[in-house]
């Protein structure tokens, strides 16, 4: 019974706006996994630690929106699920936010606001209407496609250079195998990294109140993104090794 309830879960549920809404902006996620720091001090020590692994230097982000979720599957096998994200991604709220691969690669990643690329387009009319600016855009800085052989935790990562309604700074989806002294107990863990300085304004200047709309937003559907990657990687594994 088990086994089948997870297939389940694998079908693609993101079939229209609401379903999205529902599966991961309304249900709260099983593991919640947003960090919680107990000081200021342990947050920023934590943030740098990554941010040097990311090779970003320390200054220009020194505070982090971090995620973590642990995934009983090897690390290799969870980034090259993230290496399918896409418009069909069944992991992602697509049709919140919906994925477009520039030139077809991860390379150049922009993310439209329930797809809308453009308005009053009227294709039998041939008019091509007006573009809408997208959600969020990324560039690519920097691909840790394969672990260097120094690294004793098998570290991957994508990271980009990200800016448009939220984040704007950095985005990184990181994996590394886990570290049992920080009690860490499954076999890799997966984290999703941003930079929250909203809309570019390093001072508040009257936004305090929407960022902490936005990084609540963020943090319902990121931690539910997380709770359906660690079930989509566990689920086929199981599967696979069944074999």
């Known amino acids: 019974m088990g086994k089948q309830k997870k297939n389940q879960v694998l079908l693609p549920l993101s079939d229209s706006i609401l379903a999205d809404m529902y599966h991961f902006l309304l249900i709260p996620p099983e593991v919640d996994t947003f960090i919680k720091f107990d000081n200021p001090r342990e947050q920023k020590d934590y943030c740098q630690r990554i941010l040097q692994r990311l090779n970003v230097r320390v200054n220009d982000y020194s505070v982090l929106n971090i995620h973590k979720i642990g995934i009983n599957v ?77 690294d004793l935790d098998n570290a991957r990562s994508l990271l980009y250079d990200c ?52 990084e609540k937003i963020h943090n319902r559907v990121t931690s539910n993104v997380l709770n359906r990657i660690k079930l989509i990687c566990e689920t086929k594994f199981d599967t696979i090794s069944a074999f």
């Open 163 to 214: 800016e448009g309604g939220y984040p704007i700074g950095i985005l990184s989806l990181y994996v590394r195998s886990s570290i049992h002294a920080q009690n860490e107990k499954e076999m890799t863990q997966l984290f999703f990294i941003t930079a929250f300085d909203f809309f570019g304004l390093k001072k508040n200047l009257g936004t305090e109140l929407i960022k902490k709309i936005w």
């Open 74 to 150: 090897p690390g290799k096998y969870v980034f090259e699920e993230l290496l399918t994200w896409d418009n069909n991604s069944i992991y992602w709220p697509n049709n919140l936010a919906r994925v477009k691969r520039i030139d077809g690669t991860l390379n150049r990643v922009q993310i439209y606001l329930f797809g809308f690329e453009k308005i009053f387009a009227i294709k039998s009319l041939n008019i091509k209407g007006l573009p809408l600016p997208k959600l969020f855009r990324l560039e690519k800085r920097q691909f840790n496609i394969t672990p260097h052989t120094s």
